[in-house]
């Protein structure tokens, strides 16, 4: 089955998961009928609860799911998700509030009925989630405590949330409804499970090593990891997979890199180039050889096609890291297909993986034109951004007809998408993957 076939499939599942407990509750016997704006309020709170629901599921790394559309789309789409869930939950009491005034009572959470204190401590764990996934960098929480309360305060949220529903039980007479709503419920708790213990489990068995510890410019290392025990696993370069350095596999936050070694290597080993850019990533040069390791992939759909004979590589800062994958296994594969790689880096010296990419020019038909923000007086070469102008100084006609691949910072990928499409390359025809998941 081909990606966007899949991609729909997914996407009718999951408007099945929410809509379909909603609709089932207007079959069957009905309770007494109520006026037009209650029955719009309880509409949303039990669409809401459907999708804090489901919100496990998205975030669950489901290789069959997350394969047709990366793992970065499925991430942004459960952030987007969680808005219009608490835009739902919240638009619950609020238009109880308004149409009936007296229920405000119900904000008196000492006096008011436990099925109304869940509510409210549902409510609250949701505002307090999204305040702080949108402001977690101004608000200078570090992400392995954001991770951690994100997580609590999602399941504070859902299990409330359900007590409240139980609570009210309005549309809840019919047994098969209950029933229903039970095997909803066990199916989001058997997701957790998979989460937080059959996952762990089996990367418990299958660790890594560190063998190597490689410094590299532009503040990166590089960590190449042995299995241990196990034979590894194969992935597509381009690719990532999630790291978990100290601990083990059952801890709450695992870290997303990219994986920068050849796709060709046979022995299992894996290398990730990480760059230090504070918290987690400024401890990474300090790893001993010989720590365990533990690592869950691959994921992602930024990977090799066979859309075109050309293959174009814009790359900024870190998001060099997948670049060299796809470089290296091409080299290894002696796959003489022209490729052009296009890196925007701050300064000469910052350069990351510099030398061997002048190494590689000279083995394979790679051509590397460098971008520099802040060069030297003595610099020739290209400076400043990354533009359609750019493209049309490097690149061979027929724009539309190369493939491409995009990585980097958010502000320079919007860049580069608008720059090709004012050389009118298609959707289909370019690769985008925004490494940024909390």
Request: with cysteine.
């Amino acid at each position: 089955m081909s990606y966007g076939f899949r991609s729909i499939g997914w996407l009718l599942i999951y408007l099945f998961f929410i809509l379909a407990p909603l609709f089932a509750l207007l079959l069957g016997a009905m309770p007494p009928a109520r006026d037009f704006w209650t029955e719009f309020s309880v509409a949303l709170g039990y669409a809401g609860l459907a999708m804090m629901g489901l919100q496990v599921g998205l975030t669950a790394r489901f290789r069959y799911v997350t394969e047709p559309l990366g793992e970065d789309v499925i991430y942004h789409f459960h952030r987007r998700i969680s808005l219009i869930a608490v835009g739902l939950v919240i638009a619950h009491p609020i238009i109880l509030f308004v149409i009936r005034p007296d229920l405000l009572a119900l904000l008196n959470f000492i006096e008011a009925p436990w099925r109304a204190r869940f509510a409210a401590l549902s409510t609250y764990s949701l505002i307090a989630l999204v305040i702080m996934a949108l402001w977690r960098v101004q608000l200078k929480i570090r992400y392995e405590t954001w991770h951690l309360t994100h997580i609590v305060l999602a399941l504070v949220a859902l299990v409330a949330g359900v007590l409240h529903m139980i609570g009210w039980s309005f549309y809840l007479d019919d047994p098969w409804k209950r029933g229903l709503w039970i095997a909803l419920i066990v199916f989001w708790l058997g997701l957790l499970l998979y989460i937080r213990v059959f996952k762990p489990l089996f990367m418990l068995r299958k660790p890594y090593r560190i063998t190597a510890v490689r410094q590299e410019r532009g503040g990166t290392t590089t960590l190449l990891m042995q299995p241990e025990g196990h034979s590894g696993f194969r992935f597509l370069p381009g690719q990532f997979g999630w790291l978990t350095v100290w601990g083990n596999p059952f801890n709450i936050t695992g870290h997303p890199f990219s994986f920068s070694s050849s796709a060709e290597v046979q022995d299992g080993r894996v290398e990730m180039s990480i760059r230090n850019l504070g918290d987690f990533t400024s401890r990474i040069q300090s790893l001993p050889i010989g720590q365990r390791v533990y690592l869950d992939g691959p994921y992602g759909a930024f990977t090799l096609g066979k859309h075109a004979d050309m293959r174009i590589l814009v790359a900024g800062g870190v998001g060099i890291t997948p670049m060299m994958s796809i470089i290296r296994t091409q080299a290894d594969r002696g796959d003489q297909r022209p490729i052009i790689l296009i890196y925007g880096s701050k300064d000469w010296e910052s350069i990351t993986f510099r030398e061997e990419l002048d190494a590689l020019e000279k083995r394979m038909n790679l051509t590397v034109v460098h971008v520099l923000t802040h060069p030297s007086a003595e610099w020739a070469g290209e400076r400043g951004f990354i533009d359609a102008e750019l493209f049309k100084r490097h690149l061979p006609p027929g724009y539309a007809e190369h493939e491409y691949f995009i990585c980097g910072p958010n502000v320079m990928m919007d860049a580069i998408e608008k720059a090709l499409s004012e050389l009118n390359v298609p959707l289909s025809r370019y690769h985008s993957e925004r490494y940024h998941f909390a």
